[in-house]
């Protein structure tokens, strides 16, 4: 794997737009270093609300990063999954993504999926409980992202959970 790849795919996400996504998607299966840079750069478009970076193919092919081995491009896939704000994920990604957001080993990934499920939660009850998951969580960056989503939903059910947070020693 060529590092010039892996910087050249870094560049598309900042000087790129929609008819570059097709690129990206096909950079996710490089290297380690050309898939973080690949969904670094597929997150960057999302933030920039392209309709090709929010489709399901985009998130599909996102979701399936986290299937990877290496940390890295596991990091970077649920950085942008957080950064689109993955409304419209199918209820089997949801429900990969909430089990992830709770078992993946690395506390980064679990942090980015707790704001990615936050923005796709279509619920309340489902905010709720990947709220109160993330706020239970033992590392403190994801309760960190967790208090983030929090403070937007509201009500006396996220005041519970911020109290419960105010108490915590980190």
Known sequence: PSPLRARLVAALGTQGGA????????????????????ALALGRLGMKKLPEA????????????????EPKPRQAAAFALARIGATELSDAAYSDLSRRQVEDYDPVVRGFLTRALAAAANTPERKLALLRAGAADADVGVRVAAARS???????????????????KD
């Open 54 to 69: 929010l489709a399901p193919t985009t998130l599909t092919a996102l979701v399936a990063q986290l299937r990877r081995v």
């Open 19 to 38: 008819a570059q996504v097709p690129t990206l998607l096909a950079a996710l299966d490089g290297g380690v270093a050309e898939s973080r840079e690949a």
């Open 150 to 168: 929090i403070s937007a939903l509201g009500g006396p059910e996220s005041a519970e959970i911020i109290t419960k947070l105010l108490q915590d």
